[in-house]
């Protein structure tokens, strides 16, 4: 008689199991369990730490480290999933016109507002420029540089909030809320044959622990770094 073909070729005889079924196999039970308990765990001890940073004093650039410790299992779980999620996934089936136009209504608004607040903060900096340097366009030029080097960080910092929140975003709409969803849009293809490294991937990927882990950690960062960002910009 025929064979059975549903026979895993990765656990035939004489045939050592791939890297990847051999992780699923040796995945932790407290870990497939509970993973988003154990997650919000870990974010909450890599928070602690970085408050920790305030009053032990580590290397200036110790909080880069610390928060992308926080980050990286819930944010490497998101991007894994994101990367072969296609992006009618996460589209809404019935989006009614007036949603539509209001959306759009609120990014325009949004948009004013952040322009203004752009045009404040340049006649404020060319005011400041002008008063620290005097008449010297060689003063003007090199503490101009210094203020655009000092508020790069500030900018990739905005620019990686919004990163984080448009992935809670998709997030949302993909898996929902639940440690394990019952209803989820993730493609059946991530992860088949590795039940128990999907189980715990999918849980990982969780909306609210990706925006405690990076965004409220990188927030806390730069409320604690303030002073030293200011002081850096103004010497």
């Known amino acids: 008689m025929c ?26 039970d407290w870990l497939v369990r509970r993973p ?6 870990w974010g909450i001890s890599w928070t ?15 909080w880069f480290i610390l928060v992308a410790c926080a980050a990286l299992p819930s944010l490497g779980s998101t991007l894994a999933i994101l990367h072969v999620t296609p992006r009618d996934q996460v589209k809404v089936p019935r989006e009614s016109v ?26 404020s900096i060319s005011t400041t420029v002008q008063t620290l340097a005097g008449d010297s366009e060689r003063e ?10 000092a508020l790069i960080p500030l900018v990739v910092w905005v620019l990686w909030l919004a990163f984080i929140g448009r992935c809670a975003w998709f997030l949302r709409r993909l ?11 993730v493609p059946q293809s991530f992860l088949r044959g590795q039940p128990r ?23 806390l960062s730069l409320f604690l770094g303030t002073v030293e960002l ?3 910009a103004l010497p």
């Open 3 to 28: 064979q059975d073909r549903s026979v895993n070729q990765e656990n035939l005889p004489g045939q050592r199991p791939s890297r990847s079924s051999a992780l699923d196999a040796h995945l932790p």
């Open 175 to 185: 898996r929902g809320w639940r440690q394990f969803p019952t209803a989820s849009r």
């Open 140 to 149: 003007v030029t090199a503490l101009g540089f210094k203020l655009m080097a």
């Open 98 to 123: 007036l949603a539509l136009f209001f959306v759009r209504f609120l990014a325009l608004v949004a948009a004013f507002v952040v322009w203004s607040v752009s045009v404040v903060i340049s006649a």
């Open 36 to 41: 988003l308990l154990w997650g919000w765990l």
């Open 48 to 62: 602690a730490l970085i408050v920790a940073d305030e009053y032990i004093d580590f290397a200036g650039w110790a």
């Open 230 to 232: 200011t002081l850096i």
């Open 197 to 219: 490294l999907r189980k715990t991937v999918v849980a990982l990927a969780h909306p609210g622990l990706l925006l405690l882990s990076a965004m409220a950690t990188s927030l």
